[in-house]
């Protein structure tokens, strides 16, 4: 059972424009939210979090956005740039006792288009 | 640099073959974790360690893998017997704090013929 889905596989966006990367989770017990982004060959790279005492976090380029009552968060990218192609991928946690590990969802394939 | 570092970054073995990874966090974290990526998916938990003490293990960790952090620093992820799908990219990562941010190392991609 995933309970961390990002159902857009790929996700194809102009340079210069906004990136919306969604993730959706199923567990009301996760409290704290991750974003990485990954390049080929190479571990996944820390961009943001968001604890969900909050509903927003912003960091330059990067907003995540999260709506507990919906179970859903958003990474915003503004603008995109050509770096920013990669596989993002939602990550999520409990703050209680128990497991450590993060949950992830299967990733977002962001394609920068010149 | 002062990332996780993992050894070897490739290796590619024969079905029924050890192998044994290894993963330096950076250094003042005390968690270490070990997770695994095969294609199409996120990372899968696998096991973490707070210092030298294993704290949890995910089911995916069959009695073929064995991690241990002997002193507290350096970790190793030993799979036994291998099998083709034991194929993957295996990530190793630390934090500072419990429930923290963590940041992963380059990976050991294993190939299983």
């Known amino acids: 059972d995933q309970q961390v889905k990002q159902n857009s596989p790929s996700l194809s966006v102009q340079e210069g424009r906004i990136s919306i990367l969604n993730c959706d989770y199923t567990n009301s017990m996760f409290d704290y939210f991750l974003w990485y982004k990954k390049y080929p060959a190479e571990g996944p790279t820390f961009l943001i979090s968001?604890?969900?005492?909050?509903d927003k976090n912003e960091d330059g380029r990067f907003t995540v956005f999260l709506n507990k009552s919906a179970k859903h968060l958003s990474l915003h990218i503004v603008p995109s740039q050509p770096g920013d192609s990669a596989v993002y991928f939602c990550?999520?946690?409990?703050?209680?006792?128990?497991?450590?590990?993060?949950?992830f969802g299967k990733g977002t394939h962001l394609i920068i288009q010149p | 640099d002062t990332g996780v570092s993992q050894d070897p970054r490739h290796k590619i073995t024969k079905r029924g073959q050890n192998v044994t990874f290894r993963c330096d966090p950076i250094s003042e974290h005390n968690r270490l974790y070990w997770y695994r990526q095969t294609l199409g998916q996120g990372p899968e938990f696998l096991t973490y360690?707070?210092?030298?003490?294993?704290?949890?293990k995910s089911r995916l960790l069959s009695d073929r893998f064995s991690a241990e952090r002997p002193k507290g620093s350096f970790s190793t992820l030993e799979i036994q017997r291998t099998e083709q799908g034991d194929s993957a990219m295996y990530l190793c990562a630390s934090s500072l704090v419990a429930k923290g941010t963590q940041y992963f190392g380059p990976g050991t991609r294993l190939l299983v013929l």
């Open positions: 968001i604890s969900s005492i909050k």
């Open positions: 360690f707070q210092n030298e003490a294993q704290l949890e």
């Open positions: 990550a999520a946690s409990f703050s209680g006792g128990g497991a450590d590990g993060l949950t």
